[in-house]
C-alpha cells in the first residue's frame, strides 16, 4: 500500500486513541459532510436499475455543467485503475509531483511510466494525466493550455477530484472531445467518502470502453440515491464552497502562529513547508490530530480543514501548547 492520507489506524498505533477520538485532518475530504437522509429499503435490497444509474448520470451532469458521455463508478481510484487498459501499452506521462497512484498503476500495468514537471514535457504521450487542482500543492493550470495538449498527447486525462469548490477551472464542459478524459471524485467535496462514488466523462468510446470494464453494477443502490440528491443540491454546494473558502483563510492564519509557510492547496486542503514535518506531525497526534506528511519532502505538512467548532479549538489548543 502506497503512502495515502486517511491512515487512521497507523496513528492509533503509535499515539494511542480510539478512531472516534481522534480528528482526521491527513485526507482532503470534507469534514462537514452533505446530510445523509434516509435510504429507501429498495436501494439496499435491489440491484440497481438502468433508469437508476441514468437519473444519477443526469444529477452528474448538471452539477459538472456538461452533456458529454459520462460513467458513474466506486469512486475516482476505480477509475485510475483502468485507465491502463483504454489503449494498446505505451508511454504513460504524467505531470508530478501528484497523487502517487498514476505512477504506480500504469508501472504495474507494463507502461513507459515517466513524470515531467512542465506541461509542455507531457506532448508525445499516448496517456497524459494532469490533476486539476493538483494533490498536494494545488497548483491549477489554465483552460486553454491544457486544451491546447489534446492534439499532441493520444489521451489527456483531467484528474478534478478537488474541483468542486472552484468550478471555474473544470474541462467538464469540453468532455465529449476526442482523446480528453475527465475524472471527479463525489466523496471529497461532499464528505462522504465512505459512499465510494465518482465519475469518469469523456468521449463516447472511452466511456463506453470504461462502463464495460466496470460491470453491469458499478455504484451500490445506496450510492446512487445518495449521490443524486446531493448532487442537485446547488444550495448546498454553493454554501459549502463558500465555507471551505473562510476556512482556508483561518486555518493559514493558525500555520502563520507557526511560523509555517504555505506552499498551495485548494479549499479542502493545505500545504505548509513547517521545516521539520515529522515533528510537527507528531506534536498534532499528541492531541489525537492526525496530518500528512511525505517522505521526499521532510517539511511538507498537508492539513484538511476542521469541521466543527470544537475541532477548530481543539486544533488552535494543540498548536498553542508548548
Not at 465518482?198 to 472511452?206: I, R
Not at 470502453?209 to 444550495?235: E, F, K, Q, T
Request: aromatic share 8%; glycine share 10%.
Amino acid at each position: 500500500m502506497r503512502e495515502h492520507g486517511g491512515n487512521l489506524d497507523i496513528a492509533q498505533q503509535r499515539f494511542g486513541g480510539a478512531a472516534e477520538d481522534w480528528i482526521d485532518l491527513s485526507t482532503g475530504i470534507n469534514r462537514v459532510p452533505y446530510p445523509v437522509v434516509d435510504v429507501e429499503p429498495r436501494q439496499w435490497s435491489a440491484l440497481p436499475s438502468r433508469s437508476d444509474i441514468e437519473s444519477l448520470d443526469s444529477a452528474a451532469r448538471q452539477a459538472y455543467g456538461t452533456e458529454a458521455p459520462i460513467v458513474a463508478i466506486g469512486g475516482a481510484q476505480a477509475a485510475i485503475q483502468l485507465l491502463p487498459h483504454l489503449a494498446s501499452r505505451g508511454r504513460a506521462r504524467i505531470l508530478a509531483p501528484t497523487y502517487n497512484e498514476y505512477a504506480a498503476v500504469f508501472s504495474a500495468a507494463g507502461w513507459d511510466v515517466a513524470e515531467v514537471s512542465e506541461l509542455a514535457a507531457l506532448a508525445g504521450a499516448d496517456i497524459a494525466v494532469v490533476v486539476n487542482p493538483n494533490n498536494p500543492d494545488g497548483r491549477c493550470h489554465d483552460r486553454d493550455e491544457l486544451l491546447a495538449l489534446l492534439p499532441r498527447v493520444g489521451r489527456l486525462v483531467i484528474d478534478e477530484s478537488f474541483a468542486d469548490a472552484v468550478p471555474g477551472i473544470s474541462l467538464a464542459s469540453e468532455a465529449g472531445r476526442a482523446g480528453l478524459l475527465i475524472l471527479r471524485s463525489f466523496g471529497k467535496f461532499y464528505g462522504l467518502a465512505g459512499v465510494r462514488l465518482g465519475f469518469a466523462l469523456g468521449s463516447a468510446p472511452d466511456i463506453a470502453a470504461l462502463a464495460a470494464m466496470a460491470g453491469p453494477w458499478p455504484v451500490s443502490g445506496a450510492a446512487i440515491a445518495i449521490g443524486r440528491r446531493a448532487l442537485l443540491d446547488h444550495d448546498w454546494a454553493k454554501a459549502t464552497a463558500k465555507r471551505l473558502a473562510d476556512d482556508c483563510i483561518r486555518l493559514d492564519a493558525e500555520a502563520r502562529s507557526q511560523g509555517w509557510t504555505l506552499l498551495g492547496g485548494t479549499p479542502l486542503f493545505r500545504l505548509y513547508q513547517t521545516g521539520d514535518a515529522l515533528a510537527a506531525q507528531e506534536r498534532l497526534a499528541r492531541g489525537l490530530i492526525w496530518s500528512r506528511v511525505f517522505r521526499q519532502e521532510p517539511g511538507w505538512l498537508r492539513l484538511g480543514l476542521p469541521g466543527s467548532e470544537t475541532e477548530w479549538s481543539r486544533l488552535s489548543a494543540v498548536l498553542s501548547s508548548v
